[in-house]
């Protein structure tokens, strides 16, 4: 349990953790004072809201959702004492949304051309080679192809999420990224 008057940082998983991890660093932000919660899954934000609001006070919770995934949050924080109407209310609680996922927002922001050199950088390119022969994958969008690339394979996503998150420019973090992160800053 965190101690009173830190902030907490609730995100769905390890590459979420890896890609606020990356963007915090590169943007000189602190988080020795910010305890991250890799919640193992949206569908757990219930569980850890109530857990926090039962032994915290005057602690700050934030957090990134995808915007599939929503309704967890909404009705974790209304179940919390909130008061959430929908997904425009999110902001105001410290929570933010990514428009697919935050690997979608990163790849973006990227371009798929960077997206692909920080691929090769991580000697990953045949491994991308091979995904985009593949019947199922060859008449996608390069988007698309990346996309699933960061995915498909156990830790993948959270190297590409941490890899393309350090290779932003400051100008172009994602904007629910560049949310939490000037939310974890604030005094």
């Given at each position: 349990m965190?101690?009173?008057d830190?902030k907490?940082?609730l ?16 943007r000189?932000v ?8 890799d919640?193992?899954g949206v ?10 609001h039962?032994?915290?006070?005057d ?15 909404e009705?974790?924080?209304?179940e919390v004492g909130y008061t ?14 990514c ?6 927002e990163?790849?973006?922001?990227l371009g ?5 050199a920080?691929i090769?950088?991580?000697g ?12 199922a994958?060859?008449d996608?969008?390069l ?23 350090a290779?932003?420019?400051?100008d172009?973090?994602?904007?629910p990224?560049q949310?939490?992160?000037?939310r974890?800053?604030?005094?």
């Open positions: 965190p101690a009173p830190r907490v940082v995100l769905e998983g390890v590459s979420d953790v890896a890609a606020l991890t990356a963007v915090a660093a590169t000189g602190d988080l020795s004072d910010v305890h991250v919660v919640l193992g569908t757990n934000v219930r569980r850890e809201l109530i857990e926090l039962r032994g915290a006070v602690l700050e919770i934030l957090g990134l959702c995808d915007a599939p995934e929503v309704r967890f949050v009705q974790a924080l209304n959430v109407r929908d997904a425009s209310d999110l902001s105001a609680y410290g929570f933010f949304i428009r697919a996922d935050l690997e979608e990163l790849i973006r922001a798929t051309e960077h997206t692909v920080v090769e950088q991580l990953l390119d045949m491994k991308l080679a091979t995904l985009r022969q593949q019947p994958w060859q996608r969008p988007a698309e192809q990346l996309h699933r690339f960061c995915g498909v394979a156990s830790g993948r996503k959270e190297l590409l999420a941490g890899a393309l998150a290779a932003l420019d400051p172009h973090i994602p904007e990224l949310a939490l992160i000037d974890i800053a604030a005094a």
